[in-house]
């Protein structure tokens, strides 16, 4: 099973100039789990909704052109598709998680909070990163294999991040937002990447107003992690850096199931 994960800074963007269609001709992934979407349903166009391989839901922010998250999925697993939003115990009013069941997996899509916009968004951060880590460790604890990513919104490691020192201070990179996904390892979640590649340098992100990806000077938050008895059935996974379209590049994981 080919699973890929985009932020898209906006769906109907990356539609409009084809890069869309390109991700899909070129990989034709089983599913597609999306972030950032920043569309809702009446805004949405025919191939959007009723494309001729996939399945496709969103959860849309009550917010007009914010946050949002889609998951597509090939219309060969019809049958067995089950697709619900948000976490227990959180109200999701901003599209934040998709989650699809098939069969005994889990693969939850997610756009976590940035958080830099007030003391109140980096609580909201901190809350959130809180609830998700012990979502989905019951998830997991119910039986279910479970498969999320999406935009983490925090580079990990200094490898993550094209300058370090530089960023000390930054949100995404603060010791509190590090130390969360320590204590997401620690619970034997793994980040499939970095565990499978642990020098290898690549980014997910970068600056727009500063076109910093043409100098490659970006940022690793996007990411996928299973539980650590999964990751024998992982056989690939790659950052897709020729991917244009958004400020963000896909991420591919290659799995069995």
């Not at 007009?64 to 998250?69: A, E, P, V």
Request: hydrophobic share 35%; with cysteine.
């Amino acid at each position: 099973m080919k699973i890929i994960s985009w932020n898209v800074n906006g769906i109907r963007a990356v539609e409009r100039k084809g890069e869309l269609d390109i991700l899909i001709n070129a990989e034709f992934p089983d599913i597609l789990m999306m972030q950032e979407t920043k569309a809702s349903a009446d805004q949405l166009s025919k191939n959007l909704t009723e494309h001729p391989d996939y399945l496709q839901f969103y959860h849309s922010a009550e917010k007009k052109g914010y946050s949002g998250t889609s998951i597509w999925v090939k219309r060969d697993y019809t049958d067995q598709v089950k697709y619900s939003t948000g976490m227990t115990g959180f109200k999701d009013t901003e599209g934040r998680i998709s989650r699809l069941d098939l069969g005994d997996h889990t693969f939850l899509g997610v756009y976590f909070p940035n958080g830099g916009k007030s003391e109140e968004a980096w609580q909201g951060k901190l809350v959130f990163y809180d609830k998700f880590l012990k979502f989905t460790n019951k998830l997991r604890k119910s039986g279910r294999v479970v498969v999320w990513a999406g935009d983490v919104n925090c580079a990990h490691e200094e490898i993550d991040l094209a300058r370090p020192k530089d960023n000390k201070k930054s949100i995404g990179f603060l010791p509190e937002e590090r130390g969360w996904v320590s204590k997401v390892i620690k619970s034997s979640w793994v980040d499939v990447f970095r565990t499978l590649n642990p020098e290898t340098v690549v980014y997910s992100w970068w600056h727009l107003i500063s076109k910093s990806r043409a100098r490659n000077v970006g940022w690793r938050i996007d990411y996928f992690f299973v539980d650590r008895d999964t990751l024998k059935n992982v056989t690939d996974i790659s950052y897709l850096n020729d991917q244009m379209g958004s400020d963000h590049c896909p991420v591919k994981l290659e799995i069995k199931t």
